[in-house]
């Protein structure tokens, strides 16, 4: 069971990240537009047929 | 929806509304009109971007933003509002001043401690699922016990900073001497930590920090959905003040004239009303003859002579003659005294109504509480020492924590309000659902609400095309807004040179020697063919034109919404009555009822025989839905049991409006009666759902037999079966 005293902090420390993350993309606005975010990758910037 | 402030687009007026981000550059938020798609995001953005001086061009598409970043000295924004109208977009500055209010800095909140419920739930769950297989592999009491304490650790912080929102809730309604749900969610989680840690502390075998902290985290799901509907609702609301920008044109003392916004006019000022713009505030005429359109005000839609000493209303709309009006009100105080003493009463009529989860939560607490009791009482009469019966009584109260019934409202009425926006009707309340599902009788206003707000010429076929065009090129140098049909019909010409306004009475010019006239008919000397044509259309203002001897009468109406009969049958076959409540004459009134084969109308009803005509129904036992768009509206669609608004409708009826729609159909609305009684339906169906989870789970716990494993199963299930029954209410806005 010794192999806990570095695996707990390994496992604790891995869902820390995540939480680090959500709550860094909270804070840097990337919960504002989720509509938007999901038209911007479908749209090809490349093709000119859509610019008006 | 009046958080926006909001101008008309002149340069000198706009500094209010930019943000310095540093000396040199500034930043301003636009409210866009007109965006559907991608390539607008990206059409906007970059256009935008390669204007002169602008540094940066973000677009908020859910909130339909744009965000302009420039240098103050190579930009401005009135040239980059004039820019997205080049490219097809109508863009109005929004007002920074309330952008971060207690909503926004709430919804933020709520997300954070979903983020941390979710890390500890996920966490704590690893921890246990270790011990649940521990029990049948043998894991010694040490390795328990320690991961017992590591789950401690996390879950008492967890529940300190997420739970507190429900902790907040359930303290400041229990100060009330009420109760709601936070109340058995917040003795739910406290009870299990703290009877977790004294287990734990005995070296027990069974910790509840797991089912606490999904607990935790699956209301705040619920939680957070809540807020994301209301949070668009706002953004749409608040977008649509802008759009409708209002301002006023004062008078200063010196005699200059100045643009501003409604409310930055004082009472005492002078304001200037031109021919065709509306009075922004209450006032006295003191100078100046014209005639008034105050359809949107009272609902008649004759007009109305008026002259110096008269009084005008905010709202109306000035047909013919320049006028100086003196302010009486501010722009907060801008109603009919009448309608604000009713406004007022009727508001607090409806407060009597509960809302599904309020009563829920009414029957269920006392009942989880008595039954946590009796386990108690029952286990102690029993034989059992009484630290065993009290972990058994806490169990109960555990397993009975309201997880689904938490989920069960919040989760229907957030699909179902998209559902709704996707057919074009906007909620503005959540238990406006609730409400409008039981409906059975409709009543409608006319002007604004049956008909269109803007105008169509109704005898035009009966009219000389050759005349019908000389008066379309003379209405194109006419503000009226009567003249605005007929100048739709000028065959791509430029207005007579000639043309002179004639105040109080038309216009006129000269075309070969001949004298061309529009305007009243009088004006034009058309009494006759006015009159006769009054026999037809009673609904339609009259607009003369003469040329020399020739004389035709343009008869103007607002026409009536394309499906508005179609609305109204759909209604009938649903089984609602329908009816008219309009303040306009009878005549017009009968003609759109019998169009539209409404037998029960009423017409000539002021703002207090419409309440009363609710009340009435009311205490017949019918659930009324109002539908109005005018001042005079606002008190009754606050009295009735659930109100809709057109999205042309004034501020003040959009205020008082559970529903709000959003393009000019009227048909939405008998499927927004109907998506709203599936969502009530399905409603129903999660609260029963939740009284059969707890006549199973309740006896497992009484029996003793709920373990930390039975309960996180059980709680989690329930969750899940509840949201996944929500997900149908979108199925109810696919079929219409």
Not at chain 2, 674 to 698: C, D, G, H, P, T
Request: proline share 5%; glycine share 8%.
């Amino acid at each position: 069971m010794n192999v806990l005293v570095y695996l707990m902090p390994l496992a604790l420390g891995l869902g820390g990240l995540g939480l680090a993350a959500f709550l860094w993309a909270m804070r840097s606005g990337q919960f504002e537009d989720l509509d938007g975010a999901g038209w911007r990758g479908i749209h090809d910037p490349d093709d000119e047929r859509d610019q008006t | 929806m009046d958080s926006a402030v909001a101008v008309a687009a002149r340069p000198d007026r706009l500094e209010g509304f930019l943000k310095a981000l540093d000396p040199s550059t500034a930043e301003i938020e636009l409210a866009v009109d007109g965006i559907h798609c991608a390539g607008c995001i990206a059409t906007i953005e970059r256009e935008m971007g390669e204007f002169p001086g602008v540094v940066q061009a973000r677009l908020n598409f859910t909130d339909k933003r744009l965000r302009v970043a420039f240098r103050t000295a190579d930009a401005n924004p009135t040239a980059l509002i004039g820019r997205l109208s080049d490219l097809g977009f109508s863009a109005h500055p929004f007002s920074p001043i309330r952008k971060d209010d207690a909503a926004d800095v709430e919804q933020r909140r709520l997300l954070r401690a979903l983020g941390v419920a979710g890390f500890a739930a996920m966490n704590i769950m690893l921890l246990s699922v270790v011990v649940w297989a521990g029990h049948d592999t043998g894991l010694d009491a040490v390795s328990r016990d320690f991961f017992h304490w590591v789950s401690a650790l996390i879950a008492l912080p967890t529940a300190a900073y997420s739970g507190r929102i429900f902790f907040d809730s359930a303290i400041a309604v229990l100060k009330r001497g009420r109760t709601n749900m936070d109340v058995p969610i917040s003795l739910g989680i406290m009870l299990a930590l703290g009877m977790s840690v004294i287990e734990t502390l005995n070296h027990g075998e069974h910790a509840y920090f797991d089912g606490a902290v999904m607990l935790i985290f699956f209301l705040l799901i619920g939680r957070t959905l809540d807020q994301a509907m209301q949070r668009r609702t706002r953004a749409v609301a608040a977008n649509l003040a802008a759009l409708r920008a209002e301002s006023v044109t004062k008078c200063l003392p010196d005699g200059s004239l100045r643009d501003m916004a409604v409310d930055m006019v004082q009472p005492g000022d002078v304001i200037v009303v031109q021919p065709g713009m509306r009075v922004g505030l209450d006032g006295v005429i003191e100078h100046g003859v014209s005639d008034l359109d105050q359809s949107l005000v009272t609902g008649e839609t004759a007009h109305q002579a008026v002259r110096a000493g008269d009084k005008v209303y905010a709202g109306t709309l000035n047909l013919s003659g320049l006028l100086r009006v003196r302010v009486l009100k501010p722009y907060s105080g801008t109603l009919l005294a009448d309608v604000e003493r009713l406004l007022a009463k009727a508001t607090e009529a409806r407060g009597a109504y509960v809302k599904l989860a309020d009563r829920a939560a009414q029957l269920y607490v006392p009942f989880v509480h008595a039954t946590a009791l009796l386990t108690f009482l029952g286990w102690l009469a029993y034989g059992l020492p009484w630290s065993q019966a009290l972990v058994i009584a806490i169990t109960v109260l555990i397993i009975t924590c309201p997880c689904a019934l938490g989920l069960a409202i919040p989760a229907v009425q957030v699909v179902a309000a998209g559902a709704l926006f996707r057919i074009g009707v906007l909620t503005n309340s959540g238990d406006a659902l609730e409400r409008l599902a039981a409906t059975d009788s409709v009543v409608l206003d006319k002007t604004g609400t049956l008909t269109l707000p803007s105008s169509e010429i109704a005898n035009i076929a009966a009219l000389p095309p050759t005349l019908v065009g000389r008066a379309a090129r003379l209405a194109l140098a006419s503000r009226h807004p009567l003249s605005a049909p007929i100048a739709a019909l000028a065959p791509a010409a430029s207005p007579y040179p000639t043309a002179r306004e004639a105040p109080g009475e038309g216009i006129r010019a000269c075309d070969h020697g001949q004298v061309l006239k529009l305007g009243s008919v009088a004006f034009c000397g058309a009494e006759a063919e006015a009159d006769r044509l009054a026999e037809i259309y009673p609904e339609a203002s009259m607009v003369g034109f003469s040329v020399g001897d020739e004389r035709i009468v343009f008869a103007i109406r607002q026409p009536l919404r394309p499906d508005a009969a179609e609305a109204v049958a759909s209604l009938k076959a649903a089984g609602i009555a329908v009816e008219i409540v309009s303040g306009d004459r009878s005549r017009p009134v009968a003609a759109v009822a019998n169009g539209l084969g409404v037998a029960c109308w009423m017409a000539g009803a002021t703002p207090s025989i419409k309440v009363e005509r609710l009340h009435a129904l009311r205490s017949g036992g019918r659930h009324v839905l109002m539908i109005g768009d005018g001042i005079n509206d606002a008190p009754a669609l606050a009295a009735a049991n659930v109100s809709m608004s057109p999205v042309s409708a004034t501020h003040l009826a959009q205020a008082q409006a559970d529903f709000l729609l959003l393009g000019q159909r009227l048909s939405p609305a008998a499927s927004a009666i109907r998506i709203a009684a599936k969502a009530k339906s399905l409603m129903m169906q999660n609260l029963w759902f939740s009284v059969i989870y707890n006549l199973v789970a309740v006896p497992i716990a009484i029996s003793g037999h709920a373990t930390p494993l039975v309960a996180a199963l059980a709680m989690s299930g329930s969750s899940l079966v509840v949201m996944l029954n929500a997900l149908r209410a979108r199925q109810a806005g696919q079929k219409s």
